[in-house]
């Protein structure tokens, strides 16, 4: 059996801004000076009443206050301030598919980190998790003894601090000291790693040299001119970011150099006079060369392609709003679509006569915007239209509530079905 064991804080998560606003919380509650920022990234893997002791000059009473008083905090919120480092996912699924066994040795108490992996949905990938509790103390190799299956033929440790590399150092494992973390390469190397990972790439290399990547997915985000997309892409992509899937952004028409020039020819305010099959033409070509050069390698990578209108937005403007046709924009578009479809695809739903309004407040209209009323109120009819059609693609969210309250409804729909297709 093969089988590799993880740190925690600095090493599947970055975890400063809970500890960090949870120390400064301590710190004020027992009357100390806040710490500096050099002082709290000492906080970030060592056990917290070493720290205090250490770090704040704290005698061993006062540093178990200190540790109390901290997790008052901690528990409620801090432990959820907290951010999986890019690639963690993609390395986890590398490894679960591989066939490797899957702990962590933290020094965290053992149920704020496994709270943490379950509210990242990473609970799937771990057949153990460790931390001190009232039979298991803190010190770094009685974890990783414990988080270690009975029996193995090939075992690691992967850690950002000295700590993590002398207790699988102590317990006789092969170590990887991580150059992304809390630590550094000299501390690493110093400590004895076998190892040494400047990235979460070279983790995988070393573990699982030559793996394929785990597909990534695509979503995209579609709603009427004015409804708030730019806002929400935004949002959404901190919440993906948090929870450890690699965003990359594109747009249509655009997202590489040829659909960008087309791009220019299609909302340029002095091409008034294009034929709507013209247009849709256009789009389609533009979007058949985003297909390829960027969508398709972008999932290929494992990373998530978050894009900013796709094939759904000409059907709802040229099939709607020129009055073309649904179905013939969905044939024109079937050659540069060619099965790419959106697993997911984030609906901003407001009527038109006030995301219209909304937009003409923001900026100078381009030349589709600029269209009558009655354009836009077929465009949102052919939106209604596709999503009747495909209602388990569309995740539709009221876009009359606050950005706040439509991130929070489109985080939680969108990072659930990306888990669901990790599974």
Request: aromatic letters at 8%; one cysteine or more; proline letters at 4%.
């Amino acid at each position: 059996m093969r089988c590799v064991i993880f740190d925690l804080d600095g090493t599947l998560t970055q975890s400063e801004e809970g500890i960090f606003n949870c120390v400064r919380y301590a710190a004020e509650k027992l009357g100390f000076p806040c710490p500096d920022a050099a002082t709290l990234h000492k906080f970030v893997g060592p056990p917290l009443q070493y720290s205090f002791q250490e770090y704040m000059g704290m005698d061993e009473a006062m540093a178990q206050r200190a540790v109390t008083t901290y997790r008052e905090r901690y528990t409620v919120v801090g432990l959820f301030e907290n951010r999986v480092y890019p690639g963690i996912r993609r390395l986890l699924r590398t490894l679960k598919r591989e066939g490797w066994y899957i702990g962590i040795a933290t020094g965290k108490p053992q149920g704020p980190a496994e709270r943490i992996i379950q509210h990242f949905g990473l609970s799937r990938y771990f057949d153990k998790i460790v931390g001190p509790t009232g039979s298991i103390g803190a010190e770094k190799d009685w974890l990783i003894r414990s988080a270690l299956p009975e029996a193995y033929d090939e075992a690691w440790m992967v850690g950002d601090r000295k700590f993590d590399i002398e207790g699988g150092k102590a317990v006789g494992i092969r170590t990887i000291g991580v150059g992304y973390g809390y630590g550094d390469e000299a501390e690493l190397r110093t400590a004895g790693c076998d190892v040494y990972a400047p990235t979460v790439q070279d983790v995988i290399d070393a573990l699982c040299p030559g793996a394929a990547v785990p597909q990534g997915a695509f979503l995209s985000i579609e709603g009427l001119d004015g409804s708030g997309k730019t806002t929400q892409i935004n949002l959404i992509t901190d919440a993906m970011d948090r929870y450890g899937f690699e965003v990359q952004h594109s747009r249509e028409p655009g997202g590489c150099k040829v659909s960008e020039a087309i791009r220019q020819v299609l909302l340029d305010v002095n091409n008034v006079g294009m034929d709507g099959v013209t247009e849709a033409i256009l789009y389609a070509a533009a979007r058949a060369q985003h297909v390829r050069e960027v969508i398709r390698p972008a999932v290929a990578a494992g990373k998530v392609l978050l894009c900013d209108r796709f094939v759904d937005s000409s059907v709802a403007y040229q099939g709607g709003g020129r009055q073309l046709g649904v179905q013939r924009i969905l044939d024109i578009n079937a050659p540069a679509v060619d099965g790419t479809l959106p697993m997911a695809t984030i609906y901003l739903d407001i009527d038109h006569e006030t995301s219209l309004k909304r937009r003409s407040a923001a900026s100078t209209l381009d030349r589709i915007e600029m269209e009558a009323d009655s354009f836009h109120a077929r465009t949102e009819a052919a939106y209604r239209e596709l999503i009747e059609r495909d209602p388990q693609r569309f995740i539709v969210v009221d876009a009359t509530q606050t950005p706040e309250e439509i991130g929070r409804q489109v985080a939680e729909q969108v990072l659930a079905r990306l888990m669901e297709a990790e599974a």
